[in-house]
RNA sequence: CGGGGUGUAGCGCAGCCCGGUUAGCGCGCGUCGUUCGGGACGACGAGGCCGGAGGUUCGAAUCCUCUCACCCCGACCA
C-alpha cells in the first residue's frame, strides 16, 4: 500500500519536511527550534565536512577549537557587529541552579549570578580576535590560517529543518594577513573552495557574487557569496566568504611589526557553510518520490536488495549479493546489503528511493541462474538488467554520470529561470509567475533595495563576479546603472 | 510580539456543536500461518490519567474559566 507523499507541487514547504522526515534526516526536539539531526542526515553532513575540511587543508588551513561562549564585552568592540547579532543571542546569566522552596522542583540560584554574562557564540570573530592580538608580534606570525568545525547559536524567531534553527552546525574559518591583498586573496580563494564544492560534490550551479550593503555581514567590508536556486523558484544562500579589512584588528587592537619596522593592523578574513547545506542538498535534487542524493555526498551509494521465497533461496542470493558488495567495494564505492528478512523487497524499493540512494541492485534466484541484475537508477527512475561480469565497470561510470546529470539538470533549470528584468512590471510580473532569479539593473542605493524588498519580498542576491558590464537604468527608480544584478526571493 | 489553528495509543486522525455508562478508525507494533521480482494477506493480540488545573453536572474527551505546549501566517535572518 502507497504511502502519500506530499508532491512540490501541492505544497512545497510539507514536501520539503517529509522529506526531511521520512528520509530520516532530522527531526523536532524537546527544544524549540532545535533539530536532531538522525544517522543518515549526520552521514550526509559528515560527507561534507570531510571533503571541505580536506579543501581546506590542501589550502593551508589547520583546525583548531575556541570557546562556545563569549564575554559579553567582546561583542560591542566592533559596532556594526553587535548590531548585527544583538538580536539573536542568548546570554548565559547564571551558573548554578538549586532546589526551588517549594521543594518540587529546580530553579536558577540567584547567588550564582556571573559577573560578566556570557553570550553563547552566533559566530566567532571576536573572541578570535582577541586570541590573535596574542599570538601575533611580527609579520613573522603571519599568516594565520584557521578553521574550526563548531555548533553556533542564533536565536531565529522562525525555525526551518536545516535551513534555519536556533543551534546549527557550521565550520567557520577565520584568518589573518599581513596585507590588505593577501587577505582579500584569501576571501576570494575560499569563495572558489566553496564553489567548487557546491557544483562538483553538491552538484548545484552557484552564482559568486557579492553582496549589497544591507545583506553584508556584520563587521565585514565586503562580502562574496554563492547563491543557489533551489526548484520552487527561491535563492538560497549556500556559502559566505568575508573580507573583514582591519575592523577587527582594530576593535582587537591586533597590530604587528611589518619588515620595515612600523606597526599595522592586521587584514582578516572569515568565512563559513552550514548544516543549510543538507537543507540546499534537499531541494535542489530530490523529486516527488523522495530524497535524490548526488552519489559523491551519498552515504550509501549502492544498495543492494536480495529476492526470494525460500531459506535455501535467501543463502544463495545473499551469498551473491555479498560477493558483489565486496567486489564494489574494492572500488571504494559504499555499498549496503540489505538482507533483514523482516522487510519485503518492494518495501525495501520504496525505503531506499526516498532516502534518495543513487544506485539500487535487486538480485534472485533467477539473476543468480543467469549471472544477471537489476539495476535502478535514482535520478532517472531507469531500470536495466545487466551481466555481473559488467557490474563493477558499470557502477564505477553511473557514479560519474549521475554526478553530472544532476548537475546538469540542475544547470538547465536554473538557465530557464534566469531572466531578464528592464521594467518595474516586468519585473513584478516574473516574480509573480514564476520566481527564479531575475536580472535587472538597480541603482545601487540600499533605499531602493529596500523599497523593492517592501513591494516585491525580492532582495538583491549577489551582484555577480563577472564581465558582464552593461549601461542601463535602475528597474525601480530609473536612475542610472552600470550593470545587471541578481535578485530573487530568498530562504 | 500581532493574527489564525491544533492538543484524544508510537504516528495520522474521528468523536466535541447537541454531555450518557466497555473512547473509536487507519498506519505502525507483537505472535502464528500463508506470502516474497515495486510498500503482501488472514487470524489473534498489546497499547489511552482524551495536554494540565479548576469549575458546572447525578454523570465531562464533549460545556465554562484559567494555564501550558506546539504548528501555520506576518515583522528579523546563514
Known amino acids: 500500500m502507497a504511502k502519500e507523499f506530499s508532491t512540490r507541487e501541492e505544497n512545497y514547504s510539507k514536501w520539503y519536511n517529509d522529506i526531511v522526515q521520512r528520509a530520516g534526516l532530522a527531526e523536532n526536539s524537546a527544544v524549540r527550534g532545535c533539530m536532531v ?4 542526515g549526520y552521514a550526509i553532513w559528515e560527507k561534507m565536512q ?28 566592533e559596532a556594526d557587529h553587535v548590531e548585527g547579532f544583538a538580536k539573536e543571542c542568548a546570554v548565559v ?8 522552596a517549594d521543594g518540587k522542583g529546580i530553579e536558577v540560584d540567584s547567588d550564582a549570578k556571573l559577573e560578566e554574562e556570557l553570550i553563547i557564540r552566533p559566530t566567532s570573530e571576536t573572541i578570535i580576535w582577541d586570541t590573535y592580538r596574542q599570538w601575533v608580534q611580527s609579520y613573522r606570525d603571519l599568516p594565520i ?27 567557520e574559518g577565520h584568518t589573518a594577513h599581513a596585507t590588505e591583498q593577501e587577505a582579500l586573496e584569501e576571501t576570494q580563494r575560499m569563495l572558489e573552495v566553496y564553489a567548487h564544492f557546491a557544483e562538483n560534490f553538491m552538484a548545484i550551479p552557484v552564482l559568486k557574487g557579492v553582496k549589497s550593503e544591507n545583506e553584508r555581514f556584520a563587521g565585514a567590508v565586503e562580502t562574496y557569496c554563492i547563491e543557489a536556486l533551489m526548484q520552487d523558484g527561491k535563492a538560497l544562500q549556500a556559502g559566505t566568504s568575508h573580507f573583514l579589512g582591519q575592523n577587527f584588528a582594530k576593535a582587537f587592537d591586533v597590530k604587528f611589526a611589518s619588515k620595515e619596522g612600523k606597526l599595522e593592523y592586521v587584514w582578516a578574513s572569515s568565512w563559513g557553510v552550514s548544516t543549510r547545506l543538507v537543507g540546499a542538498l534537499i531541494m535542489a535534487h530530490s523529486d516527488d518520490k523522495g530524497l535524490v542524493l548526488p552519489p559523491k555526498l551519498a552515504p550509501i551509494q549502492v544498495v543492494i536488495v536480495p529476492i526470494y521465497k525460500s531459506a535455501e533461496q535467501y543463502e544463495l542470493v545473499c551469498q551473491k549479493a555479498a560477493e558483489i558488495k565486496e567486489m564494489l567495494e574494492n572500488k571504494n ?10 522487510y519485503k523487497p518492494g518495501w525495501k524499493f520504496n525505503e531506499y528511493e526516498f532516502k534518495g540512494v543513487p544506485v539500487r541492485l535487486a538480485i534472485g534466484p533467477r ?3 543467469n549471472g544477471t541484475i537489476e539495476l535502478a537508477r535514482r535520478d532517472t527512475l531507469e531500470k536495466e538488467i545487466l551481466p555481473i561480469t559488467r557490474l563493477v565497470e558499470v557502477i564505477e561510470q553511473l557514479m560519474e554520470t549521475i554526478q553530472r546529470a544532476l548537475f546538469d539538470k540542475a544547470l538547465a533549470f536554473r538557465e530557464t529561470n534566469t531572466r531578464k528584468a528592464d521594467t518595474w512590471k516586468e519585473f513584478k510580473q516574473i516574480l509573480d509567475d514564476k520566481g527564479g532569479f531575475i536580472l535587472a539593473h538597480w541603482d545601487g542605493t540600499g533605499e531602493t533595495e529596500q523599497k523593492i524588498k517592501e513591494e516585491t519580498k525580492a532582495t538583491v542576491r549577489c551582484i555577480p563576479i563577472d564581465d558582464n558590464m552593461e549601461e542601463g537604468v535602475c528597474v525601480y527608480s530609473g536612475k542610472p546603472s552600470g550593470r545587471r544584478v541578481v535578485f530573487a526571493r530568498a530562504y
Open 93 to 100: 546569566t547564571h551558573y548554578r541552579l538549586k532546589n526551588s
Open 367 to 369: 539473476d543468480v541462474e
Open 333 to 342: 564505492i559504499r555499498v549496503k546489503l540489505d538482507d533483514r528478512d523482516t
Open 50 to 77: 570531510a571533503a571541505l575540511d580536506k579543501m581546506f587543508k590542501d589550502t593551508g588551513h589547520s583546525n583548531a577549537y575556541f570557546p562556545l561562549f563569549i564575554p559579553k564585552s567582546f561583542f560591542s568592540r
Open 37 to 40: 539531526i538522525k544517522p543518515y
Open 145 to 171: 590560517l584557521i578553521n574550526q568545525w563548531a555548533n553556533v547559536v542564533r536565536w531565529e524567531m522562525r525555525t526551518r529543518m536545516f535551513l534555519r534553527t536556533t543551534e546549527f552546525l557550521w565550520q
